[in-house]
Each structure stands twice: as C-alpha cells, then as structure tokens.
C-alpha cells in the first residue's frame, strides 16, 4: 500500500487554467505538507496542516489554496495557472512534533505540473 | 531569513571514489534529516541527528552534526553507481519550528 499518494502525477495544462492536485495518507500521521520542487531541485515548502489547521503559510500566491478536508487529505488548487508555476509538487506527511525532535517526512511520488 | 546552505551543488566522481556533501545552517539547528532523492523520484528519508557532535553510520554513509548544531556533513565510502542522487539535509529551526530544506547535492557516479 502506498504510503503517501498524490494525484495526477502529471498535469499539461495552458495558461489561465485552474487545476487542483489531491494528496491522501494512510500513515495516521497528524500533519501534512505540499512542497514545490523548481527545475534547479530546491524544495521549498508552500504550505503545512497539522490536524486540518493551516499551521505553515509561506509567502505564495494566493492563486494558491489548500484545504484539508480530514486530517489524512491535503489538496492544492491552483487558479490562474501561470508559466513560473511549473514544478514538481510534492506533498508530504510526518508524525505531529515533539518538543526538539521533527519526525521524518514521507513524501508522495509527486505531480508534475507544466504550463504552456 | 534562516538559510540551509549545500554543497557542493554537482559532483562527479569515478565509482569507487568517497563523496561529502556539507551542510551549514545560519542559526542553531534543534535537529537536522537527510534525504536522498534518485532521479526522477521522491525524496526519501536517510536520517535524523539531534545531539551536538553526534555520529551515525549507515553502511557506507557516514553522517555527523557539528558540536555547535549548525552544520552536518554526510560521507559516502568507496561511491556505487546505485549511489546516484540529490542529497538533501533539512534543518529544524531552533527559533521558528521550520524545517528548512538544503538546495541538495546531485552526486553522479561513473563506473
């Protein structure tokens, strides 16, 4: 079983356009995180929920909306897509943190996202 | 804002050679994680260190952090092809929580 799934692994999709991307894990994991992973490989995360509470908002777009309806789905819609938004997404999942010690990310295959 | 400098960011070595990929962080680190991500896959998780100057091992991959907590570095012996990757660390900020992600080390081996 898959740990951590994310769908589409692929999206081609033209300027303007609005997609959304759905992450789902079975780990029981209480907190969740989408990460976008530019041509030059850096990760930077976008955004992270704890418990379907938005807990990490980095500066992105507010083209750019999360929803967490459970704590085991985290989805990314994108609207007005634009050519810098291409990436690979990842979303990720860990066990909530303990005071000093972050568990390890899982993360999802990852969803290709080009626009033209 | 806190930075998780890499590096080097390429390296190309002949298998069987070592490999060090460096990792200094700008504030002190709570802990730090490895990842490795192979070539067009996800990362996925090596390691956690959390006490100053610890050292763990992995068969060939050696992996310490620094008595300061602001940098890590990870070794690998004697390189394999399978060795191929990005090689992330990713600090835990002592001061904001945040785990910050290193801009990766790709290692290509040549056999």
């Known amino acids: 079983d898959t740990a951590v799934s994310q769908t589409p692994k692929y999206l081609v999709t033209q300027m303007g356009n609005d997609k959304s991307i759905k992450c789902e894990q079975n780990?029981?994991?209480?907190?969740m995180y989408w990460y976008k992973q530019d041509s030059k490989k850096f990760l930077k995360i976008m955004f992270s929920?704890?418990?379907?509470?938005?807990?990490i908002n980095e500066t992105v777009p507010n083209r750019f909306s999360p929803k967490s309806p459970d704590k085991a789905h985290l989805n990314l819609h994108i609207n007005s897509l634009e050519l810098g938004d291409s990436a690979v997404y990842f979303c990720a999942s860990s066990q909530e943190r303990l005071a000093g010690n972050t568990g390890e990310l899982f993360f999802g295959e990852g969803s290709r996202l080009t626009v033209l | 804002g806190q930075q998780v400098m890499q590096i080097p960011q390429y390296q190309h070595v002949q298998e069987g050679e070592d490999f060090t990929t460096y990792c200094n962080s700008s504030t002190t680190l709570s802990n730090i994680q490895w990842y490795k991500q192979r070539p067009g896959g996800h990362p996925v998780f090596l390691i956690q260190?959390?006490?100053?100057?610890e050292v763990k091992k992995q068969k060939r991959l050696t992996f310490q952090f620094g008595e300061a907590k602001k940098n890590s570095s990870l070794h690998i012996t004697a390189t394999q092809t399978t060795d191929v990757g990005t090689y992330f660390c990713?600090?835990?900020?002592?001061?904001?929580?945040?785990?910050?992600f290193g801009q990766g080390t790709t290692l290509q081996v040549k056999p």
């Open positions: 260190l959390v006490k100053s100057g």
């Open positions: 990713a600090g835990l900020s002592s001061n904001t929580g945040k785990l910050i």
């Open positions: 929920y704890n418990n379907k509470e938005l807990i």
């Open positions: 780990l029981g994991h209480d907190t």
